[in-house]
């Protein structure tokens, strides 16, 4: 199944592996002067960098950014070229907390087939801590909102109001984890910025209800399940 693949996934771990093997060996050829481990120690960003170049491949997106970020910043002067500054790097992270801004307002002003305040909808807050809610009513959509926290959404008993279900998404430095019925299709529309959805779902027919997932995730993850795979 697709969902048992994305979770054996084996590329992080793998890298890993070689990096810690490759270690051992230069050290080893070192202790009977074969080499200079410092040599080739020194490359190490490089094992940074593939570790990150993992994690994309198992579509663990925040984590293969940083990999990468680090890797690629102590490399610019093992290849002779200054490293960038690090205050201007760090100068740069509040243009997030502008592009949480921006996806809050576009998320306001999108068109909603969805309303709490009228009762056909649900909401979901957690700042810096965690909101679960398990939703039995049929709806034809609702929002999950995380910052430094933690929102869990289980439309796992719910029907659909017609055959579709949206549901607006915005984490940053958090995750949002929802699930959704066996034979439910996933439509993943979350612009991952240094972040990403994560989908475990299995396959499901061309014409099986759908369930729309839009929004951002901000050094962030989402992640969307089924029901078996969340009780099992």
């Known amino acids: 199944m697709r969902s048992d693949r994305r979770r054996e996934s084996p ?12 270690a051992g060996v230069i050290f080893w050829l070192d202790q009977i002067d074969r080499i200079d481990a410092h040599d080739y120690l020194r490359w190490w960003p490089v094992a940074a960098i593939s570790v990150g170049v993992g994690h994309l491949l198992d579509r663990r997106y925040a984590a ?9 910043f102590f490399l610019f002067p093992v290849i002779g070229y200054e490293a960038p500054d690090v205050w201007i790097i760090i100068a740069v992270w509040p243009l997030l907390i502008s592009a949480a801004g921006v996806t809050l307002i576009v998320q306001a002003l999108r068109p909603r087939p969805w309303s709490p305040t009228a009762g056909s909808g649900f909401r979901a807050v957690a700042v810096m801590a965690g909101n679960v809610r398990h939703i039995v009513m049929p709806t034809p959509g609702g929002e999950a909102v995380a910052v430094m926290g ?17 549901i607006d998404v915005l984490t940053v430095w958090g995750g949002i ?11 993943n529309q979350v612009l991952p910025i240094l972040g990403g959805l994560d989908d475990k779902t299995d396959d499901a027919a061309a014409d099986a209800p759908r369930v729309i997932v839009r929004g951002s995730a901000i050094m962030a993850g989402v992640e969307v399940r089924n029901t078996r795979e969340a009780n099992g």
């Not at 293969?64 to 690629?72: D, H, L, N, Q, S």
């Not at 933690?150 to 949206?166: F, H, K, P, Q």
């Open 150 to 166: 933690g929102c869990e959404i289980d439309i796992s008993r719910s029907a659909l109001l017609g055959n579709e279900m949206v």
């Open 11 to 22: 590329w992080a771990r793998l890298v890993i592996g070689l990096s810690v093997l490759g």
């Open 64 to 72: 293969a950014a940083i990999w990468a970020a680090v890797g690629t």
């Open 177 to 187: 984890d929802i699930r959704i019925p066996r034979g439910w299709q996933l439509v």
